[in-house]
């Protein structure tokens, strides 16, 4: 029997606390390299042409994790998001629900000989892990508990470097800070250790400029918005045009809201320590503009957006995959909601052949128009029924 050895998309940084997570267990991980045009170029050849972007880039993820020596690829569906009682989002129209399995399809068809482990399908994450490792239920918490910790730092490190980086004297000194801090987290597997982390001192040693920044909310596509190479580093770009970044939808929230089991979550909520706006709220947010939900993250996109103006925020940006369901739908509702509140929001669709020079003529018309309006000081209006 040949010796499996485990591959997994890459999404942002959550490819980190997934290895530490495995090699604690005794599995042997191959992480893809980074992402580039010519992955997004393999993906795009065996894909489906109307497929999203994320489907495409996940494929030629797993083609060049192939030439790596993996054998196995590894998929994570929450078969509970989506499900009569998870109406928030994650399932519904969206097809990433049904990613594994047409990515088993694209590679049979591309002639590839590879294994499929899609994690979560029928709810039973720990029954899984136990049978691909061989370990107790106790170890596997064990590893649990140190990967979540690892992702709620990953995701606090991530965000102090969207602050530092509007308003750094020295372009570039924030993304060598935040590579060295992630190396950081990455060499520790000890929850112990995790838990003593200052994150600040990563940022320690930059230069700041007395400046009063934008501040930019950024909602849509949960894949786009944690994947630099996917949505053409939109962060960084917009941190070097003197905008603080902030996203309410990350890794963590997603585990929160969609927890694999009631027990698991609950422990992964205490190891995360993060306090997520349940969903009945999110639903209540958003209800003067959508009443139901659409699948993937539609309606976070909406509620999202209406916290980032009563957070008085000066604009939001709304990014999507073209093709994207869920966020299309919703796209019209946030014009509206842009329009009645006189609140800018600037909508992104990205595929395998959007360029980042475009996108980023798009970001700095955006910003600038955001300034201007800041500068005359023009008057946002009050929410309905305010």
């Not at 329009?339 to 595929?351: G, I, M, Q």
Request: charge should be neutral; hydrophobic fraction near 40%.
């Amino acid at each position: 029997m040949k010796e499996r050895i485990f591959t997994l998309p890459l999404c942002g940084n959550s490819w980190m606390p997934f290895k530490t997570a495995a090699e604690k267990l005794g599995v042997q991980v191959v992480v893809p390299p980074p992402i580039t045009n010519e992955t997004i170029a393999l993906g795009a050849r065996y894909s489906p042409e109307g497929i999203c972007l994320p489907f495409k880039v996940i494929i030629g993820n797993y083609l060049q994790a192939l030439d790596q020596g993996a054998n196995t690829m590894m998929f994570y569906i929450n078969s509970r998001a989506g499900s009569k009682n998870h109406g928030g989002g994650g399932g519904g129209m969206c097809r990433l629900r049904h990613y594994g399995h047409l990515q088993q399809l694209v590679m049979k068809r591309a002639g590839v000989d590879v294994d499929f482990l899609i994690l979560g399908e029928n709810g039973g994450l720990i029954g899984q892990i136990k049978e691909v490792t061989g370990r107790g239920t106790w170890e596997i918490i064990q590893a649990l508990r140190v990967a979540i910790k690892k992702v709620r730092l990953i995701e606090m490190t991530e965000e102090l470097s969207w602050r530092y980086r509007a308003v750094e004297k020295h372009p570039g000194a924030t993304s060598k800070a935040l590579n060295k801090g992630l190396e950081v987290l990455q060499g520790i597997d000890s929850f112990k250790e995790l838990d003593g982390l200052n994150l600040e001192s990563f940022f320690a040693g930059i230069e700041t400029v007395e400046r009063e920044p934008l501040r930019i909310g950024v909602v849509g596509e949960f894949y786009l918005l944690l994947e630099p190479a996917s949505n053409c580093h939109i962060y960084e770009m917009l941190g070097e045009l003197g905008a603080e970044v902030h996203r309410h939808l990350g890794l963590g929230e997603a585990i929160l809201r969609y927890p694999p089991g009631f027990v698991l979550g609950k422990l992964m909520a205490w190891w995360l320590n993060q306090s997520i706006p349940p969903r009945s709220e999110t639903a209540k947010i958003a209800e003067p503009y959508l009443t139901c939900s659409v699948g993937g993250h539609g309606r976070e996109s909406v509620a999202d957006t209406i916290r980032f103006y009563e957070a008085g925020y000066d604009g939001v940006l709304h990014l999507l995959p073209m093709g994207c369901m869920p966020e299309v739908t919703v796209r019209p509702i946030l014009r509206k909601i842009s329009e009645d509140y006189n609140f800018p929001v600037l909508t992104l669709s990205f595929d395998e052949v959007i360029s980042e020079g475009a996108i980023r003529i798009r970001i700095e018309t955006f910003v600038d128009v955001i300034r201007l309006r800041k500068e005359r000081g023009e008057r946002r209006h009050a929410l309905p029924g305010s």
